[in-house]
């Protein structure tokens, strides 16, 4: 029986609606401002609390005692009991606080080979998968429902509830820096492996083993006019040149479909539509009009992170993300994302902003309010109450597992692309190997390694796709610009390719232009994260590619400049187009 001291919102037997509304009476203006807002936090590497670094305005104990954050997501990375430690030390500093309200964790994507801090980690500890990329060119729906359950199971060995992830923007705009975590130009595929992934991740319904989905970017953040990127101001415009602004909507409707509880609209300022030109965060027609009226979305809205205010990032000035609206005060610019219908402001922590919201009368607490039950009951929903805690013994068993390990590896193999084959595959034998950009101890199990090409039987090549490099240490980390080799570089490949038969694999973190080197190479593959190891098992015959493109590979950076960027696969005369890749 319950003690009758005991609060109705602890006692896990009564319904989660119920024990909302009574923990919802008992919070403070302040503290129901806390809930509003879903702050970085980083984690010292022996899982001790971060007072002070990189990213922190405040530090963790300021946040969660003094200002009543309840919500954060993990910067960086760390060792799997590390983490786990630092997430139980997270929820004992919240349980003292006066109403013990646990805090919820959430993540960028940590399961592949993108290291970004503003938009993913490398997988670290955690099993390594291709980026989703590769799960489209795949094209398997069961295997990114097993990927989405491994993630899940990962998480929650480490405390963490939310995954600031899938990413289903169409890449329709073959310049822009986020494609990599996108599941390529198909608005179809996009949403069969969305609604996948929604499953894997939270399961049949939202419940105490889930991780909750935030699914991002509404409304569709492909179609970046000349495909830069939100992030900076010279990048705030989003144009829809085609007319397909309703396209881009498909996967978000599959998302909703399948329950996902969460959503984030992007940066971007749409431009020559008939919604307001300010960024998707601020814009009522599309958070209240389109996802909330129109879709019939229930659940969480978080805004793209850093909205509100200007930011120090990596030592660097950067202005709030506040596009069309940067005239506004912080407060104002608080007040229109909440009339707009945002719940929640990721990367901020002012909650004092909502406070002298509330009490200057420009937004009611009743406001306030709706935004906070709907954050409150996730939580109890996903159990955090009864149980914040994780066991680091459990969580060094569980994160990178063999079981999970294996499964990651073997989706590198399978998401391989073979795009073009002169009759050199598989390898045979071992033959004399020339390497550039793969490691000569690994490549060495496969062949014997020689210094000099002309000694060589055949040559294995690693590219990446290119780009311009960007002024600003944040920026660095946004491959935008040209996707086309610069001459000297081109030069230096084609020369090798002449003297061996060379099997050149290009990382498509964007559809690179590359005519020249389809032309010119023994045999050509695209991966979308693999390892050395695993491209050698396909290169081999010791492992068999699967992989279609997800998108199609322009011929020149003219035919990108002339296609229209919300529209999928929009470039004249392209070397491969969506879908290529040779069976084998």
């Known amino acids: 029986m319950t003690h009758p001291a005991t609060p109705a919102y602890r006692d896990p037997n009564r319904p989660a609606d119920e024990r909302v509304e009574d923990l919802l009476s008992r919070m403070t203006l302040e503290e129901k401002a806390g809930q509003l807002f879903h702050a970085m936090l980083t984690m010292r590497p022996d899982g001790g609390l971060a007072e002070e670094g990189p990213f922190l305005r405040h530090g ?46 959430s993540t960028d994507p940590r399961h592949a080979f993108t290291d970004n801090p503003g938009a993913s980690f490398g997988s670290g500890d955690f099993s390594a ?8 060119a795949i094209g398997d729906a069961e295997l ?16 963490l509830r939310v995954a600031l992830h899938p990413q289903i923007d169409l890449a329709t705009e073959p310049r822009w820096s986020r494609q990599s ?30 991780v909750s989905a935030m699914v991002k970017h509404f409304p569709g953040g492909g179609p970046q006019k000349d495909g830069e990127d939100p992030h900076f101001p010279h990048g705030r415009e989003q144009v829809y040149p085609g007319g397909l602004r309703e396209h881009h909507l498909k996967p978000f409707a599959a998302a909703i479909e399948a329950g996902c509880s969460q959503i984030m609209p992007y940066y971007g300022l749409p431009v020559g539509t008939d919604w307001e030109e300010v960024g998707f965060g601020f814009n009522r027609g599309v958070l209240t009009g389109l996802l909330r009226e129109r ?3 229930t659940g969480i809205v978080c805004t793209d992170w850093g909205l509100l205010t200007d930011a120090d990032i990596m030592g660097e000035p950067h202005p709030a993300r506040a596009w069309g609206v940067e005239h506004l005060t912080v407060a104002e610019r608080a007040a229109k994302a909440l009339d707009a219908g945002a719940d929640q402001f990721g ?17 009611t607490e009743r406001r306030i309010d709706d935004s906070v039950r709907r ?48 009759a050199l595959l598989p390898l045979g034998g071992r033959p004399d190997l020339f390497v550039r950009g793969v490691d000569e101890r690994t490549a060495s199990a496969y062949g014997n390694v020689v210094g000099d090409p002309a000694d060589a039987e055949v040559a294995i090549l690693r590219l990446r796709t290119p780009y311009e490099r960007r002024p600003g240490a944040f920026e660095s980390f946004f491959h935008s610009g040209s996707l086309a080799f610069p001459e000297d570089e081109l030069k230096e490949i084609l020369r090798l390719l002449d003297t061996v038969p060379t099997v050149v694999c290009v990382n498509l973190e964007r559809p690179a232009v590359l005519p020249e080197i389809a032309e010119r190479a023994a045999a050509l593959l695209a991966d979308f994260g693999a390892s050395d190891t695993a491209l050698l098992d396909v290169a081999f015959g010791r492992a068999r590619p699967e992989g279609r493109l997800p998108f199609e590979l322009p011929r020149s950076m003219a035919a990108v400049a002339a296609s229209r960027p919300d529209v999928p696969n929009d470039t004249e005369d392209p070397v491969f187009g969506y879908g290529h890749g040779l069976a084998r």
């Not at 990367?347 to 937004?363: M, Y």
């Open 375 to 422: 954050l409150l009951r996730e939580k109890f929903v996903l159990g955090l109450f009864e149980n914040p805690y994780v066991d680091p013994d459990r969580a060094e068993e569980t994160v990178g597992a063999r079981e999970f390990t294996a499964l990651g590896e073997a989706a590198q193999r399978r998401a391989l692309t073979v795009l073009t084959d002169r």
């Open 295 to 297: 879709l019939g979305f």
């Open 129 to 136: 998968w291709p980026e989703p990329l590769g799960l489209a």
């Open 347 to 363: 990367g901020e922590q002012c909650p004092e902003v909502i406070v002298e919201l509330v009490r200057a009368g420009r937004v």
């Open 60 to 105: 963790t104990t300021e946040l969660v005692a003094g200002r009543h954050l309840t919500h954060f997501n993990l910067l960086g990375q760390g060792g799997a009991r590390a983490m786990a430690e630092w997430a139980n030390r997270v929820q004992e500093l919240a349980a003292s606080t006066r109403l013990g309200i646990p805090v919820t964790l």
């Open 144 to 159: 990114v429902e097993r990927f989405a359950d491994t993630v899940r199971r990962e998480y929650l060995a480490v405390g």
């Open 181 to 210: 975590g996108t599941f390529g130009s198909s608005a179809q595929v996009a949403s069969e492996l969305v609604a996948a992934y929604v499953r894997g991740l939270q399961g049949p319904r939202l419940g105490t083993g889930s």
